[in-house]
């Protein structure tokens, strides 16, 4: 099991990590953009292939290729071990591996599209944005909750059923 | 400079695991409000950063790199906000992983996470491919 830390220690340092990246580099912390170079490699997404997507977003490659290395450090003291399982999820998602695949691809679809519709995801409107007292992305933040409190009360509940 | 956002990004994903972000249950038991792990984690990173802001506005420093001033503007409102926001959190739930987490679930080979991986990358570039899309959230 990897060890976890209390949430305002773990949350503190993340803090300390997005003022850090302000303060060096003029860059606001946020992810999500990120899966627009995935979208290079299929046919139509024009406004991903411009120069100017790129000029502004390579920093975010390099910063994303670096999340599952520091996660890797995190969890290595018991070396790599790879895992299917989802914890208390089971007991709600369908167990068929490819009735939940496809739950879990809509989940991402919507996650990929809600965040480009809204302008960023939780990195991006919550951790950097709200800090900044944008109203936009304490609005985003809270609509957030209220959709993932929505996903999971029901899921829980009809599962249940 | 790319060294440096990789050692951003491997902090990044170190402290979401430690903070619990890449343990699927974590995200169940917040929604159901059982256990606010990952609301404290967020509200800590929040509170730390609106000091941070504050101080770096004060102090009027300019970025270390580039020496640019410090871009302290927010994300714009757009017409898709309320929309997306809400589908995003809908995802959220369902996967029980954001699109950072889902990178450092990745690193820990939680290979469950791929099929939300590729829905991120689905509904990303239905978004770049739909002009009406685009025209509704400009």
């Known amino acids: ?161 | 400079m790319r060294f440096f956002y990789l050692a951003f990004g491997i902090g990044f994903g170190f402290l979401l695991s430690r903070g619990g972000a890449t343990n699927f249950d974590f995200y169940v038991q917040l929604f159901l409000f059982q256990d606010l792990q990952l609301l404290w984690m967020i509200s800590a990173a929040v509170a730390v950063g609106l000091i941070g802001v504050m101080l770096l506005k004060h102090s009027g420093a300019h970025s270390l790199v580039g020496r640019q001033p410090i871009d302290f503007q927010g994300r714009p409102y757009r017409s898709g906000l309320i929309l997306g926001a809400f589908l995003f959190g809908i995802g959220w739930g369902l996967a029980g992983a954001c699109p950072g987490s889902v990178l450092a679930m990745l690193g820990e080979g939680k290979l469950a996470v791929l099929p939300t991986l590729a829905g991120l990358v689905l509904g990303t570039w239905l978004y770049g491919l739909s002009p009406i899309v685009r025209k509704f959230s400009n």
């Not at chain 1, 990120?34 to 299929?42: D, I, K, M």
């Not at chain 1, 975010?60 to 890797?72: D, S």
């Not at chain 1, 369908?94 to 009735?99: G, L, Q, S, T």
Request: charged share 10%; aromatic share 10%; with cysteine.
């Open chain 1, 1 to 161: 099991m990897t060890p976890v830390w209390s949430g305002w220690l773990a949350g503190s340092l993340l803090g300390l990590l997005t003022i850090a990246l302000y303060w060096f580099a003029n860059k606001q912390l946020g992810i999500s953009t990120v899966y627009g170079y995935a979208c290079q490699v299929l046919p139509g997404a024009g406004s991903f292939r411009s120069e100017e997507f790129r000029r502004n977003n390579r920093w975010r490659l390099w910063f994303g290729l670096g999340i599952p290395v520091g996660a890797l450090l995190a969890s290595s003291g018991d070396g790599v071990s790879f895992t299917t399982g989802m914890g208390l999820y089971e007991q709600a998602l369908p167990e068929h591996p490819v009735v939940r695949g496809l739950v879990l691809l809509c989940a991402g679809t919507l996650m990929g599209l809600g965040a480009r519709l809204a302008g960023g995801c939780t990195s991006g409107h919550v951790i950097s944005g709200v800090p900044l007292m944008n109203r936009p992305s304490v609005l985003a933040g809270a609509l957030f909750f209220v959709g993932g409190t929505v996903a999971v009360q029901v899921l829980f509940r009809v599962s249940q059923v």
